[in-house]
């Protein structure tokens, strides 16, 4: 069978769910958010990473219902959540130019009772590239409805300083691709300080991906990096084990 219709099949038989993983403030260690992130346990393929299965969702237009499930699921935990943790939600470069991303988006809101300001939603430059104008209308409009938004991916791709000069984002999520050179005083480490500076430069909050090792941890804290998330600090993980605590 091919992959595309076992997806499908997956949805309706819920075997997708929701890991998580946890966001914290460098400087002090308080945990501040959770990203959220999707896993398919497939009774006959095993656990299918999203890198395999949303590409071909994205193809074939499931990545709509997917990126719905997954925002009104995630949405629907965090409003029980024990703490007002903020939620990252990934958007898929399809869902995000989808004409009805702005009434999902308020709609779930309004139906989980989650406070709009918990809510990031994670868009990556490739959402943005196809369409700079039409883009920057949708993200102006979510951030009307109080919502906030990361650029995912930073460093990769397309990242250019002009798309972060005309984008409202709240904050830049430089890419885990980064850490590993930074323990050497290698270019890595130039340009960790270089996003940094950008992001003080502009007023955006830098969260760094991918933190490893504690000594990664200890030159983020050096250069002033404000935020993190890696397996260092915590994988991502089902809610119950996060002591998120489901009411
Ligand atoms: O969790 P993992 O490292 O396997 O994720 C691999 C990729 O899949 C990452 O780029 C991540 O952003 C993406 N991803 C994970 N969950 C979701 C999701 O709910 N929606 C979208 N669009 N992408 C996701
Ligand atoms: O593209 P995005 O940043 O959304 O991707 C998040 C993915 O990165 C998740 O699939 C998650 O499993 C993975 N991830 C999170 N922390 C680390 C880390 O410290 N190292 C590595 N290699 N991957 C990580
Ligand atoms: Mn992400
Ligand atoms: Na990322």
Redesign the pocket.
């Known amino acids: 069978r091919a992959l595309a219709a076992d997806l499908k099949a997956a949805m309706e038989k819920g075997e997708l769910s929701l890991?998580y993983?946890v966001q914290t403030a460098i400087a002090t260690g308080e945990v501040f958010g959770y990203?959220a992130?999707l896993r398919w346990a497939s009774p006959d393929r095993g656990d299918v990473?999203?890198?395999r299965f949303i590409p071909v969702a994205e193809e074939n237009g499931l990545i709509i219902p997917l990126g719905e499930w997954v925002l009104q699921t995630a949405c629907a935990q965090a409003a029980k959540w024990d703490g007002a943790y903020k939620l990252a939600v990934?958007l898929s470069p399809v869902q995000f130019f989808h004409p009805d991303l702005y009434r999902l988006v308020r709609e779930t809101l309004e139906n989980t009772g989650l406070s709009p300001d918990r809510l990031e939603l994670?868009l990556?430059e490739t959402s943005i590239i196809d369409d700079k104008q039409r883009a920057l209308e949708i993200v102006r409009r979510i951030k009307e409805l109080g919502v906030s938004i990361a650029l995912?991916?930073f460093g990769t791709g397309y990242s250019s300083i002009d798309t972060l000069r005309s984008f409202p984002f709240d904050r830049i999520?430089l890419?885990?691709s980064f850490?590993q050179g930074i323990e050497t005083n290698s270019d890595a480490a130039a340009i960790v300080r270089s996003v940094l500076a950008l992001g003080r430069t502009m007023n955006i909050s830098v969260l760094a991906?991918?933190?490893?090792t504690p000594r990664q941890l200890e030159v983020l804290r050096g250069e002033g990096c404000v935020a993190g998330?890696?397996?260092?600090?915590g994988?991502?993980a089902r809610p119950e084990t996060l002591g998120l605590q489901l009411a």
């Open positions: 890991h993983q990203e992130l990473p999203p890198a990934n994670e990556t995912d991916d999520k890419d885990g850490m991906e991918g933190i490893e998330q890696g397996f260092l600090i994988r991502p």
